[in-house]
């Protein structure tokens, strides 16, 4: 018995030493490192998104330091359904990034190069104003209370009280005419309008920029993104440590290259 105990010892440490080995060489961001934590000294700024059912929960965390100075990153939260009490955290390495999390990936972007949205081109240059965009505006004014703002940014319009959505328009929902499309499913990349349907003409998002003329959307997180990893990936990997209860100090994603 003690001599199986000092097997599962000796094995458990060459398991851990191999993985903080091998993370010293994937960094970002060719790979996305999260390292076990318990947010200690860290708040929960945000749940950006749920997944009750699993018991997981991917959040921001801030953390306050001295005279007003603070950094962010990504974590990620385990929940037993069993047993609330029993949860693991994990956080990213990699902080003060800007990330975005989308339906498929976990990405980050340089916020002042990357946008996402309705884009309309001619003569190969971007248009500031989409065509129409201004009625749309005022016709969605027209059914909302006066005390709703407007914010509106590539043909996203959002409706604020207080600062606080209560409701998010796209410009394609104006310029469809009977042809629902549920917009936030697409997938990353290209789109067009075709016969009054949205149609993908490209799997890369930054194909936008060799176009001479047309209505173009690229779907959440937009285009030049720094970098992307899969979000299923990432949540099956701590899923898959909290139920072999051999917490890996950390996990190690790599990054989607197309």
């Given at each position: ?41 860290k708040?929960?700024?945000?749940t950006?998104?749920a ?23 990504l ?27 989308s ?11 990357s946008e ?6 001619k ?6 104003t ?8 005022d ?10 703002f407007?914010?509106?940014k ?18 394609g929902d ?12 697409l997938?990353?990349?290209?789109y ?18 060799n ?24 949540l ?23």
């Open positions: 018995m003690i001599k199986s105990i000092f097997k599962i010892a000796i094995r458990t440490l060459i398991f851990l030493f191999t993985i903080i080995f091998v993370s010293s060489c994937k960094t970002y961001p060719d790979y996305l490192v999260f390292k076990k934590t318990n947010f200690e000294g708040e929960i700024y945000d950006i998104e997944f009750p059912k699993r018991g997981l929960y991917i959040v921001s965390i801030e953390h306050r330091g001295f005279n007003g100075n603070f950094s962010w990153n974590g990620i939260i385990k929940i037993d359904k069993k047993n609330s009490m029993n949860s693991i955290k994990y956080e990213t390495k990699l902080q003060n990034k800007a990330f975005r999390i339906k498929d990936y976990v990405a980050y972007a340089d916020v002042k190069a996402w949205g309705w884009f309309c081109i003569d190969r240059n971007f248009l500031d989409l065509p129409l965009i201004n009625k749309f505006i016709s969605i004014k027209s059914i909302l209370p006066k005390n709703v407007l914010k509106e590539n043909g996203y319009i959002e409706a604020l009280i207080n600062g606080k959505i209560i409701q998010r328009y796209s410009y104006f310029i469809l005419k009977n042809n629902s499309v549920n917009f936030d499913s997938d990353l990349g290209l067009t309008i075709q016969k009054n349907n949205i149609v993908n003409i490209s799997k890369n998002p930054d194909n936008l920029f176009q001479e003329e047309g209505l173009f959307l690229v779907p959440y997180p937009g285009y030049k993104l720094l970098s992307k990893y899969s979000k299923e990936e990432i099956n990997a701590i899923e898959k440590t909290f139920e072999t209860k051999i917490f890996a100090p950390l996990i190690i994603v790599k990054a989607i290259d197309e």
